[in-house]
T-cell receptor, first 115, second 113 residues
């Protein structure tokens, strides 16, 4: 595909459940980023990968959140024991190299609702 | 205090108006400055990118960065209804700010015909 894709586009779950959100970056992009956007707010950084390793995970709010990128392409954001406060749009982005000098291309997001 | 401050608006202008959007920031490590446009239920898309201080023009859009004041602006000339969206400022830099983007909360703009 031409752009960053994210699945599912919408996810409704119950409090306490486990969810996985998937991101397919643009082919050839080595850097991958996860952000969370709450209603009426700008995206907030969660974690980014350079290749397979997490280069900066300082934005993950607590140990219920975890992300992997085992082969340096697709990434999965995992949330355990979901809480109502986790409801937000989760955005994934990718770039050719580290952002700043390189443009981050965003996917459409996964809208997570925790009931 | 957040590292990037942006007035959320909303801002409503008639077609053809000049729009001015602004952000302030506190971290002097920021050196890459961006404006993203986000339509409803879509991901942000890059509109303008500026490195360090100065001006950059692209069609109807002009981005300005004043690092001495820690202030960035986006001007939209001859605004069109299709410009109606949320505009997000974002920045990145060196050291601990490398790689990740720091966003403002976004300004919601409506251009009415």
């Amino acid at each position: 595909g031409a752009g960053v894709s994210q699945t599912p586009s919408n996810k409704v779950t119950e409090k306490g459940k486990y969810v996985e959100l998937r991101c397919d970056p643009i082919s050839g992009h080595t850097a991958l980023y996860w952000y969370r956007q709450s209603l009426g707010q700008g995206p907030e950084f969660l974690i980014y990968f350079q290749g397979t390793g997490a280069a900066d995970d300082s934005g993950l709010p607590n140990d219920r959140f975890f992300a992997v990128r085992p082969e340096g392409s697709v990434s999965t954001l995992k949330i355990q024991r979901t809480e109502r406060g986790d409801s937000a749009v989760y955005l994934c982005a990718s770039s050719l190299g580290l952002a700043g000098a390189n443009e981050q291309f965003f996917g459409p997001g996964t809208r997570l609702t925790v009931l | 205090q957040k590292e990037v401050e942006q007035d959320p608006g909303p801002l409503s202008v008639p077609e053809g108006a000049i729009v001015s959007l602004n952000c302030t920031y506190s971290n002097s490590a920021f050196q890459y400055f961006m404006w993203y446009r986000q339509y409803s239920r879509k991901g942000p898309e890059l509109l303008m990118y500026t490195y360090s201080s100065g001006n950059k023009e692209d069609g109807r859009f002009t981005a300005q960065v004043d690092k001495s004041s820690k202030y960035i602006s986006l001007f939209i000339r001859d605004s069109q209804p299709s410009d109606s969206a949320t505009y997000l400022c974002a920045m990145s830099g060196r050291g601990s700010t490398l790689g990740r983007l720091y966003f403002g909360r976004g300004t919601q703009l409506t251009v009415w015909p």
